[in-house]
């Protein structure tokens, strides 16, 4: 137990020695904004996720089976969208390798940018969220996720993808102390797994109470908060922003 909350206590407030710096609790604020754009995508774009393209690939195959449900456009569009960010994600990370507090401000600031274009179109909207307006909020998001998906996979904060528990879970378990493993990082692989679930959690209290506009508000007002204390926890010669730190 005292390990798992040290570990957590270093995740949540890493020491000025630790090599990722401030990374770590930046990570999980991402992992929140996923649990929410994911509620968002799922729960009021017609079960379909923008970040989770597992999931995306495996509705696609039951709604090409014929389930009923599912739409096999949105799961093309939201993974055509999904790569496309990926793709910009890359692009920006090799430009910025040298610095890794820079990357994450500047993808931030662009996430930000495409959630808050995704509020202005459903604040917009007089017909609800269907038709050109659902695959327009699905292109947005879904660019928005993969350039996160992408930058996250090149800062290398280990148990910190934002995107995707699958592996975390899995390492949680397996190099457990009951399964003869090191256990290495327990609290930062359960605090990225309560991330996520704090994240889905109030998207989906926001969408039954309070409607779709407030969680895409949240979600970006989360955006413009890791851009800023990043950008400003970024000056020159700081060691963990180097590359390959």
């Known amino acids: 137990m005292r390990k798992l909350l040290t570990d957590m206590a270093r995740t949540l407030a890493p020491p000025r020695e630790d090599r990722h710096g401030p990374l770590p609790p930046l990570m999980l ?21 923008v970040a989770n393209m597992t999931g995306n690939v495996v509705f696609l195959g039951f709604a090409l089976a014929g389930a009923e449900g599912l739409s096999a456009p949105a799961s093309v569009v939201s993974m055509a969208a999904f790569l496309a960010g990926a793709l910009a994600g890359g692009r920006l990370a090799n430009r910025f390798t040298a610095h890794r507090g820079r990357l994450l401000a500047l993808a931030t600031a662009l996430q930000t940018v495409l959630v808050a274009a995704a509020a202005v179109v459903v604040g917009l909207s007089r ?22 998906n992408a930058v996250a996979r090149r800062l290398g904060v280990p148990d910190l993808t934002t995107t995707v528990l699958t592996l975390t879970l899995t390492g ?18 359960i605090l990225s797994v309560l991330a996520m679930f704090l994240g889905a959690l109030g998207g989906a209290v926001l969408l039954a109470h309070a409607g779709l506009l407030p ?16 950008r400003r926890l970024s000056a020159p010669g700081v060691t963990w922003a180097g590359p390959g730190a």
């Open 215 to 230: 969680v895409l508000v949240l979600a970006a007002a989360l955006l413009v908060v890791v851009s800023a204390v990043t």
């Open 29 to 49: 604020a991402l992992t929140v904004v996923t649990g929410l754009v994911d509620a968002v995508s799922y729960l009021a774009l017609g079960r379909v996720f």
């Open 172 to 189: 949680l378990a397996a190099d457990s102390a009951p399964a003869g493993g090191p256990g290495p990082r327990p609290g930062r692989r």
């Open 127 to 148: 017909d609800g969220v269907s038709g050109e307006v659902r695959y327009a909020l699905i292109v947005l998001l879904g660019l928005a996720m993969g350039l996160q």
